[in-house]
């Protein structure tokens, strides 16, 4: 099974797009690895929208993180299956809590194991930074060469992110990015054709 990696800071919009994109590819129920707040993982089933109640935080590094979904993608006659894995979000620098640093080692590890990673950024954290986080470059980096990598632009929708849009595709190369709004399912046809190109 290819595994399809998404990976990003906190709150860019991991596990919304996890979701939604899971209900685009027509998942109704998604059987979810989740790791329960004393630190054990546990299957869940959820509908979408139930999931998306209980999963996508306001605040960062919600403790129930979404581990992974099974997806089937239509190719042929025959469906392929996929495992979107939602991680950590990653910061720049050492964590102060010992619970997000090995999360974080473990999106490491995931990074090196999977074929497909989807790197999320927020368009709408542009305005303040005008450049790349450390952490953002520093996946952009390592992993600009992979067949299997696309920065994902979050949050399109939102007031004033064309323009952002345009400063992202002045730092990195054009070709690598998608832009996209996990919120309303917006550049998931571009997405789904780029896993489907890839596995
Ligand atoms: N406007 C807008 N908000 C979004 C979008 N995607 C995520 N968000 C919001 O960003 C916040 C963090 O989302 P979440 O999926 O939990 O991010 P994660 O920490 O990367 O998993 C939530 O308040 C979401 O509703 C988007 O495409 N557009
Ligand atoms: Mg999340």
Redesign the pocket.
């Given at each position: 099974m290819v595994s399809v990696l998404i990976v990003?800071q906190?709150?860019?919009?991991?596990?919304?797009f996890a979701i939604n994109f899971a209900s685009y590819l027509g998942v109704e129920k998604l059987k979810l690895l989740v790791r329960q707040p004393a630190g054990f993982l546990a299957t869940r089933t959820y509908q979408p929208k139930e999931a998306y109640k209980k999963l996508?935080?306001?605040e960062?590094h919600k403790t129930t993180e979404i581990q992974s979904i099974q997806i089937k993608l239509p190719m042929g006659k025959k469906d392929k299956k996929i495992r979107l894995i939602d991680s950590c979000?990653l910061v720049d620098g050492i964590h102060s809590k010992q619970k997000i640093r090995t999360a974080m080692a473990q999106t490491l590890d995931q990074l090196f194991q999977s074929q497909i990673i989807l790197h999320i950024v927020d368009l709408s954290q542009f305005d303040f930074f005008m450049q790349l986080k450390k952490i953002d470059q520093e996946l952009y980096n390592l992993f600009q060469q992979q067949p299997g990598y696309k920065v994902l632009a979050?949050?399109l929708?939102?007031d004033g992110q064309e323009r952002n849009l345009i400063k992202l595709k002045n730092l990195i190369d054009q070709k690598l990015i998608i832009a996209i709004?996990?919120?309303?399912q917006q550049g998931f046809t571009d997405v789904k054709a780029f896993l489907l190109e890839n596995i």
């Open positions: 990003g906190p709150n860019v919009g991991k596990t919304s996508v935080a306001v960062p979000g979050n949050k929708d939102l709004s996990a919120l309303y």
